[in-house]
Structures are given as C-alpha cells and as structure tokens.
C-alpha cells in the first residue's frame, strides 16, 4: 500500500522508548521527515541512531518535558511546521484513588491532557494554512473501559479523547484528522513498571501478573509495540483522510464492547 508520507513532517513525543519509538521507527521506514522528543538525551540519541541504522532517516532529536508549556514552546521554535503530530508520553502513576494525593492529579493533568492541548496549539495553525494535517493522540483502552488501579490515566485520558472529537469536529473541513489510538497492554518499560507494581501490591511475582494480563486477552498474548505503530503509521498517511474522531482500540481484542 503507497502511504504517501515521503516529504511530509512529523513530530513524535516521547520517542526515546515504548510506544513512541515503535512509532518513530515505523513513521521513519515511510520516509517522513522526523523530529523526536522525550526528556532524557542520551536515551533520545540512541532511539535516532537505531532509527538511522534500520532506516534512510536520521531523526533530529528535541529534548523537553512534555508536561511543561515552556518546553513546548522551545519545541515549537526549533522544529516549526508539523504535518504530522503523534502526542504521546510516559504514563502517571498508578493507584487508587484514596492513595493520590493533590499533587499527583496536577502532575498527571499536565503529562496526560496539558501536553495532549498544547502540542496541538503549537501545530494547528500551520495546518488550517496548508489545509492537511495528522493529530494522533496515545491514549489508553481505559477509556474504554477504565482499569481499576489507573484512576489518574482513565481520568485524564478521557478528557484528551473529549478534546480530540472536538478538534476532529471543528478542523476536518481544513483536512485535518484527528484521532485517538488506545493501546492494550503491551510490553514496554511502562507495562514493566505497571506488573512490578501489581506484583507488589497482590505479593506475587511479575511473571504471574504478566501471564494473567495475556490470559485475559482474546489473542492469549500482550501486544507488540509496533503493532499500534502499523496503524499510527496508517492514521498519518493520505489513506487515512476520511477517518477522523475515532478512537480505536490495538488490544488483541481485550475490550468486550460492541463498538
Ligand atoms: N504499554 C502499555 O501497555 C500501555 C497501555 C495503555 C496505555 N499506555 C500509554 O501509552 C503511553 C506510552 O506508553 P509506553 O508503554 O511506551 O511508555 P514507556 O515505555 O514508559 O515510554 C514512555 C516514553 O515517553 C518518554 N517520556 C516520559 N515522560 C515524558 C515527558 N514528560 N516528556 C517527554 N517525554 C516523556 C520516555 O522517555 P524519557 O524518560 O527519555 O522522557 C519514553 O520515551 C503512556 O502514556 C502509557 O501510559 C501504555
């Protein structure tokens, strides 16, 4: 299938691991232009060189915080244009509600929906001038059907997936997409720290919770990072103009909802 990305820019946040460098990688073998970001440079630095070992791309790395408008602005100033925008970042802290205090809801706000609405004003207006556009939004299948332990990410998650069907609304006439992406669980540091924490909490091993997070997905297996890369990849591309305001599960089928 020709996706048509050859030429066109793309910014992907926190890249240097996970999620976001699976879809760095995938966006880099279309031949985009790629600008990737987290906060820790040597990690990011190692992301773009394994990205330009396997690819014809050598990403330009912007180091910043997410969570932080100031850093986004330096972002701003130093890549300009984006066509493409893929808003991810490192996941808040898990818990029960009655063990998070006030701080925890602020920091998470800004890692979760902050970044999500300003790295979409940094983007936006230079895609209603050249009339196209990408916005793709990592969210979670806990907006879905929200996960017990993960009050702050089901929260605030649901308000970037809110935010998403409105900007889809007021923008697909300047040929801008907007959509959400809603991965299972699947193996990286975040999914790591996630068992770790379980295992703790339910004093048994990580292995144990591992096997039991696969065994409650249709597929009997946690997914592959760039099995929700194949499908940003395809969300991004020109064949994808029509499909806007969604959120769309990559779960191995783990969400029972009809739609
Ligand atoms: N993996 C799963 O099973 C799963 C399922 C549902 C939802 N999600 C969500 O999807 C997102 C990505 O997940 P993941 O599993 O790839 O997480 P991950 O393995 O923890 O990777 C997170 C990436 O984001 C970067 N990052 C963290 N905080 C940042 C910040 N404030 N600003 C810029 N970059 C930042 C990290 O690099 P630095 O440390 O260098 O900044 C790293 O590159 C998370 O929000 C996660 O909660 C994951």
Do not use: H
Not at 198 to 220: Q, T
Not at 222 to 227: L, Q, V
């Amino acid at each position: 299938m020709e996706l048509r990305l050859k030429g066109k820019k793309a910014l992907v946040t926190g890249a240097s691991a996970g999620l976001g460098a699976a879809a760095a990688m995938a966006l880099a073998e279309e031949g985009v232009e790629l600008f990737i970001n987290s906060r820790d440079e040597t990690r990011l630095r190692a992301a773009a060189q394994k990205i330009a070992e396997k690819t014809a791309i050598m990403p330009v790395v912007c180091v910043g915080d997410v969570s932080r408008a100031g850093d986004i602005e330096r972002l701003d100033s130093q890549i300009g244009a984006v066509d493409i925008l893929v808003s991810n970042a490192g996941g808040p802290v898990p818990g029960q509600f009655t063990d998070l205090p006030g701080e925890r809801w602020q920091e998470a706000a800004d890692l979760v929906l902050f970044s999500a609405v300003n790295l979409t004003r940094m983007v936006i207006d230079g895609m209603i001038e050249r009339r196209w556009g990408r916005l793709i939004y990592l969210t979670s299948i806990g907006v879905l059907q929200p996960i017990n332990d993960l009050i702050l990410s089901n929260t605030y998650r649901s308000g970037v997936t809110g935010f998403c069907k409105t900007i889809s609304n007021n923008y697909a006439k300047y040929g801008i997409t907007a959509n959400c992406v809603c991965p299972g669980y699947t193996a990286t540091e975040r999914l790591a720290s996630l068992a770790a924490s379980r295992a703790a909490e339910g004093g048994v091993s990580v292995e144990s919770v591992l096997k039991g997070l696969a065994a409650d997905v249709p597929a009997g297996r946690i997914g592959k990072p760039e099995e929700l890369a194949a499908l940003i990849t395809f969300l991004a591309s020109e064949k994808a103009a029509y499909i806007t305001g969604t959120s769309i599960p990559v779960d191995g089928g783990a969400v029972r909802a009809l739609i």
